[in-house]
C-alpha cells in the first residue's frame, strides 16, 4: 500500500517496543535466581540430556504428574546458568498476545508491551510454560517457529521476525495423565510434540525420594522412610486397583507432610491433612489410605 495513500492506516503494526536497554537490565535482575540456590536431586541422566538439548538450541518438553519436580528442574537449570527464569501457567483463556505482548495505547500513540515470551527472547532467558495443554490451540502453534530449527518469533504487533538471544531455552511442562483433562487434552497435536526433547519425571521413590524429603522439610532419615513406604503403598494400591485414583501422591504433598511432622504433628493427622484428603474427593478412599498409613510405623520413635 502506497505510503501517501490518505486511506491506509496501520493500526498496529510497526509498533515501538517499549523495552529499551533500561528495561532489560530490570528484568534480567529481577529474574535471575542466585547460583547454586536451588536444590534439585536428579532422577536420572535428566540433567545430562537437557545440558546437550540446551547446547543444541533444542526445545524441552517436561512431563510428568504433579509434584514430579518439573517446575524446580528448570528454576535448577536457570539459577545454574545464571539466566534469568520467566514462567508463564497456560489456561483456557491464555492467547498469543498474552504470551507475546500487546499494544498499550495512549490517545493517539501506541507501544508494544513485550510480554513473557518475548521479554524471554530479548534477554536469553530460560522460560517455562507450565500447563501447556490448557492453553488455546492457537496460542501453542505460535510457538512452532521459536520451537523448531527456524528459531525464531512472529511479532505481528512490531512487524518484527524476532530472533531470540542464544541463550534463551523454551520449555513447555505438562502432565499427560492427568484425568482431570478432557480426552482431547491428554497429547498435544503431533505438529506440536514433534518439536520438542521430552524429558520425562515420574515419580520417584526410594533412596531419591528419602534425599528431597529430608533436604526439603528437614526430616530425619526415618521420617523420609516412613514417608517413602507410604507413597510406595499407594502406588501399589492404585496398580493394583485397590484406589482409582487420578494419580498418585507426589512431592507437594509428601514435603508438606514431612514438613507437619517436623513441627511436631502427630504423623497420622499429617499423612490425613496432606495425603489421604488431597488424593481423592471420596471418603472411602481417604478412609483407606488413611487405614493403610496406621499399619505401618516409623522404624523407631
Ligand atoms: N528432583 C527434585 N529435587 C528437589 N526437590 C524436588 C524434586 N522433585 C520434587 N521436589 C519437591 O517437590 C516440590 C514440587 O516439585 P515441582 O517441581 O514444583 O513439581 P511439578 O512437577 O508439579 O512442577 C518442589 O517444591 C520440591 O520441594
Ligand atoms: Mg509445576
Not at 515501538?16 to 536451588?38: E, Y
Not at 512452532?144 to 530449527?149: N, T
Not at 519425571?201 to 523420609?224: F, H, Q, W
Request: glycine letters at 6%.
Amino acid at each position: 500500500m502506497p505510503k501517501d495513500d490518505k486511506t491506509y492506516q496501520p493500526k498496529v503494526a510497526g509498533l515501538p517496543v517499549a523495552f529499551d536497554d533500561a528495561a532489560k537490565q530490570l528484568t534480567i535482575q529481577s529474574r535471575l535466581i542466585p547460583k547454586d540456590s536451588v536444590y534439585y536431586e536428579p532422577q536420572g541422566d535428566e540433567l545430562g540430556l537437557f545440558e546437550k538439548a540446551i547446547a543444541e538450541h533444542l526445545s524441552v518438553a517436561m512431563i510428568g504428574p504433579t509434584g514430579s519436580g518439573k517446575s524446580r528442574l528448570l528454576q535448577y537449570m536457570a539459577a545454574k546458568h545464571e539466566r534469568p527464569y520467566f514462567y508463564v501457567v497456560g489456561n483456557t483463556k491464555m492467547g498469543v498476545d498474552e504470551l507475546i505482548g500487546t499494544p498499550l495505547t495512549e490517545g493517539d500513540s501506541a507501544v508494544f508491551m513485550p510480554g513473557p515470551l518475548y521479554q524471554a527472547c530479548a534477554t536469553g532467558g530460560f522460560i517455562a510454560i507450565e500447563e501447556v495443554l490448557e492453553m488455546h490451540a492457537d496460542a501453542r502453534t505460535c510457538l512452532h517457529s521459536l520451537a523448531d530449527a527456524r528459531r525464531s518469533l512472529e511479532v505481528a504487533y512490531v512487524n518484527e521476525l524476532l530472533v531470540p538471544d542464544e541463550n534463551f531455552v523454551l520449555t513447555i511442562m505438562f502432565n499427560p495423565g492427568a484425568a482431570y483433562q478432557s480426552v482431547n487434552n491428554l497429547w498435544p497435536k503431533p505438529s506440536f510434540a514433534q518439536r520438542f526433547v521430552f524429558i520425562e519425571l515420574p515419580y520417584v521413590r526410594g533412596n531419591i525420594g528419602e534425599n528431597i524429603l529430608m533436604k526439603e522439610s528437614g526430616c530425619d532419615k526415618i521420617t523420609a522412610e516412613y514417608l517413602m513406604i507410604i507413597a510406595d503403598r499407594i502406588d501399589t494400591a492404585i496398580r493394583d486397583r485397590a484406589l482409582t485414583l487420578a494419580e498418585s501422591v507426589g512431592y507437594h504433598a509428601l514435603v508438606k507432610t514431612a514438613k507437619l511432622i517436623v513441627a511436631g504433628t502427630n504423623p497420622q493427622k499429617a499423612i490425613h491433612a496432606c495425603i489421604s484428603r488431597s488424593l481423592s474427593p471420596n471418603n472411602s478412599d481417604v478412609k483407606t489410605i488413611d487405614t493403610m498409613a496406621s499399619f505401618i510405623k516409623p522404624a523407631s520413635r
